[in-house]
Nanobody, 117 residues
């Protein structure tokens, strides 16, 4: 099993920045990608950013390109989401996802990000 813990959420003013962290522990061998998803009330969960743990290739939702940046710390098995130029529409619960080719998905509990006008 993979234990996934997010942190760094909070209340921030529009235009501000926030950095989310996601730490993976437990059976971490075979992790192929780590990603951030978000879900606003009444909305579907959507992919925000993903990083391939082997190649380092990244994927971003169009709505966050140029504002959000995903990175990883190899030694700590941690992925970060640097969020800049935050907008009220970014308000959501942000979830960290860990994917294994064998073993499937693992999810964190989520961290709330609220952006005020």
């Amino acid at each position: 099993q993979v234990h996934v813990v997010e942190s760094g959420g909070g209340l921030v003013q529009a235009g501000g920045s926030l950095r989310l962290s996601c730490a993976a522990s437990g059976s971490i061998s075979g992790i192929r990608s780590m990603a951030w998803y978000r879900q606003a009330p009444g909305k579907n969960r959507e992919l925000v950013a993903r990083i391939n743990t082997n190649s380092g290739a990244t994927t971003y939702a169009d709505s966050v390109k140029g504002r959000f940046f995903i990175s990883r710390d190899y030694a700590k098995n941690t992925v970060y989401l640097q969020m800049n130029g935050l907008k009220p529409e970014d308000t959501a619960v942000y979830y960290c996802n860990v994917w294994k080719f064998v073993g499937g998905d693992y999810w964190g509990q989520g961290t709330q990000v609220t952006v005020s006008s």
